[in-house]
């Protein structure tokens, strides 16, 4: 577990994080999972109570306030300084599901430049 100022964390946790505005004049606090840490910088998924959306289900059960989705299209990285507050933290079927929708994304991009690289180098 890593401490930041007053709050605890550690991966999988899921956080209150500030996220600026697009346009930089304002921060809003979003809820998010985070995946790792490295040299003061966290590495979030965000999370939206739009069941809409893509991503990985999360049940008010794990800890949050509503049923919510984690928008895993939705990953940054963000100062140590804007994590606010810890939730709650992620079961462990949870944390394999994550992983293992990642691990599907990150292997579909890779074959796809692979086959391109390939095509390619046929040519």
């Known amino acids: 577990m890593i401490r930041y100022g007053t709050v605890w964390l550690s991966f999988w946790s899921v956080v209150l994080v500030e996220v600026p505005f697009v346009s930089r004049e304002g921060v809003k606090l979003r809820p998010a999972v985070v995946l790792f840490e490295e040299r003061d910088n966290i590495v979030i998924a965000g999370i939206t109570s739009n069941l ?65 690289i390939d095509a390619k180098n046929k040519a």
């Open 52 to 116: 809409k959306m893509q991503g990985v289900f999360i049940p008010k059960e794990e800890g949050i306030v509503v049923d919510s989705v984690v928008k895993l299209n939705y990953i940054f990285t963000v100062s140590k300084q804007r994590i606010r507050k810890r939730l709650t933290h992620l079961s462990f079927e949870k944390k394999l599901e994550i992983c293992s929708e990642l691990a599907n994304r990150m292997s579909f991009c890779l074959n796809n430049q692979w086959r391109k």
